[in-house]
């Protein structure tokens, strides 16, 4: 089985931090995304990269800058950390025209 | 930008009932998944749906796609506690990003 693996489950990190969110799947896929959750606003996607050293805003990605300097690993960068950035964030990978894959989700306090 | 709409948003049922979640999407689609999210817990994926009439079962969750409608439908049978959870579905038209619905929160009561 694929597996994605989030390295924090739970952060706790002050106002105008540099955060370090960090990603890496174990099964050579291309696709890797960001997305932050929200009740009531669903999923919404932030970055995603279909090649090494390649990425592509999302949605919502103000705020937030990524990484991808090795096919496995893909990294979401919050460059000063807001208050409205406390939430749960989702990274997931997949291989081309493939489903997702997700990991088990980093829920972020910013305080 | 390929929109998902979900109804209902929340759900509350008893047990042994049966009912449908619903999911539109705003334009051409390749597939569709649906996804079970548990509280704190990251996605799960369900079902993968690909073609005009494709219908999936799994206990008791059955999945079914109607692209000429571009609706989606997640039918529970006889609804049991442990089904309670969030579903979402997403689509897909490059077959590489995908778009999600709000998703439907589940409660099944006793």
């Known amino acids: 089985d694929v597996k994605v693996t989030q390295s924090s489950r739970y952060l706790v990190k002050r106002t105008g931090e540099k955060v370090f969110l960090e990603c890496v799947q174990d099964?050579?896929?291309?696709?890797m995304f960001w997305y932050r959750q929200d009740p009531g606003l669903g999923l919404r996607l932030i970055y995603f990269?279909?090649?090494?050293?390649?990425?592509e805003k999302g949605d919502i990605p103000e705020g937030y800058s990524v990484s991808r300097e090795k096919k496995e690993r893909f990294s979401l960068i919050l460059e000063s950390a807001s208050t409205n950035q406390t939430s749960m964030y989702l990274c997931?990978?997949?291989?081309?025209?493939?489903?997702?894959?997700f990991g088990s989700g980093t829920r972020l306090t910013v305080v | 930008e390929l929109k998902v709409e979900q109804n209902p948003l929340f759900l509350s049922m008893q047990e042994g009932k049966n009912y449908t979640i619903y999911c539109n999407y705003s334009?051409?689609?390749?597939?569709l998944y649906w996804y079970r999210q548990d509280p704190g817990k990251s996605l799960e994926s369900l079902f993968v749906?690909?073609?005009?009439?494709a219908v999936k079962q799994e206990g008791r969750l059955m999945a079914s796609l109607d692209t000429k409608a571009r609706l989606s439908t997640l039918h529970i049978t006889a609804a049991v506690h442990d089904l309670s959870a969030t579903y979402f579905c997403?689509?897909?038209?490059?077959?590489?990003?995908?778009?999600f619905g709000t998703g439907t929160s589940l409660t099944v009561i006793p």
């Open positions: 997931a990978s997949s291989p081309p025209h493939e489903g997702y894959t």
């Open positions: 099964m050579d896929h291309e696709n």
């Open positions: 990269s279909y090649d090494v050293k390649m990425k």
């Open positions: 334009t051409t689609s390749d597939r």
């Open positions: 749906l690909l073609s005009n009439g």
């Open positions: 997403a689509v897909t038209n490059t077959g590489n990003q995908f778009y």
